[in-house]
């Protein structure tokens, strides 16, 4: 039998970041994932964005903390990982969508985001060639950004080895053995393995994992499809989200979509289907493009030249209301859950895993209670977020 601090299941974008923070503390630990290496199951499949700019305290805190490590990463350790502060932004082409923005932006500085908003003539300046007719203005983030998935789940990877995580590819977990609050055993198809603490970080599979434990975890992947482009010249800086739902016939069954130009210069982008496409399908369909391209060439006319290279589809791990879920189960105060990322596993993946880190330890301040309680495993799932 081998015996860990703590086991991580998940060898995605909050596994092993995890991972990292918990090997920097010397907590001796271990992932599995049934996967061949690091970051093949959602991680390999995001965008790049990464923002602060959501509608949360607790989302907010732990982004601000993950651009941090982002932004300084290959400063303090060497690794270049695409990272640039591009920003993000919002334009409003109605009232109604400009004044919830700005409503919203209120309650965002009041979390200190650094958010403003700017008028159309300005935001044109950002975005060169944006379609002004109607543009009430935009929210524009200036320290959120992008860097390379691929690259930074690489770099937390080996960084982690460095610390003395280990790791076990190609091993899937089949049962979860609670003897205590301080031993649990963990059976894969290969092998077994004890720890004192468990974190379930597994992605589209936390369900499962979490009914080994006897829970049942309110996580439903669902399936988002994205693309990107060759590389051209920077020709527009912020990541642009566009929210509203199409009201075009041949475009009808989608919602918002985002794009933006990472630090090679291409162009990538994602769209959000109006009526949700449940399950882990992960072939692309041939509906994407040509919605999604018809209505950003529309919104940004400069685009319309620009070659795709590839599309790909991925899924979200959703919650009803479109918060993570962190925190220990009741049953098992050892089994800790971080899990429902919503799609933005990878953005909260490097603070969140100081977070559980410091669960871990029993390092909590008062501001990592505040964040967990809007993770609240037990929470009645009622609210929304904006901007999930």
Known sequence: MKNFDVIVIGAGSVGVPTALALAEKKVKVLVIDALASPGQGQNKKAIGGIRATHSDKGKISTCQRSIEIFSTWEETHGDDIGWIRNGYSFPAYTDEDAKKLQDLMEIQKSFNLDIDWLSAEHYEELVPGINMKNLRGATYSPGDGSASPLLAVNAFY????????????????????????????????????????VINAAGNHAGKIGAMAGLDLPVEPDSHEGAITEPVQRFFGPMIVDLRPSEDPATEDSANYYFYQNNEGQVI?????????????????????????????????????????????GQYPMTPDGFPIVGAAREYPNFINAV??????????????????????YELTERDEDVLKHFNPYRDFSGIEHFK
């Open 158 to 197: 080996f960084k982690s080895l460095e610390y003395g995580a280990e790791y076990r590819f190609c091993e899937k977990v089949t049962g979860l053995t609670i003897a205590g609050d301080d031993e649990i055993t963990v059976t894969t198809d290969k092998d077994k393995y004890t720890a004192a603490r």
């Open 269 to 313: 982008f994602c769209l959000t289907p109006r009526y949700l496409i449940k399950g882990t399908a992960s072939e692309s369909t041939s509906i994407f493009l040509p919605q999604v391209a018809k209505r950003m060439v529309s919104l940004f006319p400069k685009l319309a030249n620009i070659k795709v290279r590839r599309t790909w589809r």
């Open 340 to 361: 429902g990322m919503c799609g933005q596993g990878y953005m909260l993946g490097p603070g969140l895993g100081e977070l559980l880190t410091r669960m871990v330890t």
